[in-house]
């Protein structure tokens, strides 16, 4: 069974893996947007109804992102 530490270093991994592919931030919004490409789709694989869940996800996504342009953390 994969932990939550496992989760956490696959994506410490992943952060490192792109940004030695590329260093440039501006450029890994297309990974960005890749990976919530595949989240969704695993999402509503396993269960079309998690659409909406997923949905309201990005909308909360979308409201950390704003709060992190505010006051410069993700807290």
Do not use: C, H
């Not at 297309?30 to 909308?59: C, G, I």
């Amino acid at each position: 069974m994969i932990s939550e530490d496992d989760v956490r270093d696959a994506l410490d991994l992943a952060a490192k893996d792109v940004s030695q592919v590329q260093s440039n931030p501006r450029a890994w919004l297309a990974w960005m947007v890749y990976f919530l490409a595949r989240l969704e789709e695993k999402a509503t694989n396993e269960n079309p109804r998690n659409k909406d869940s997923f949905v309201e996800m990005l909308s909360a996504l979308q409201d950390a992102i704003r709060n992190r342009l505010r006051t410069g953390g993700w807290n």
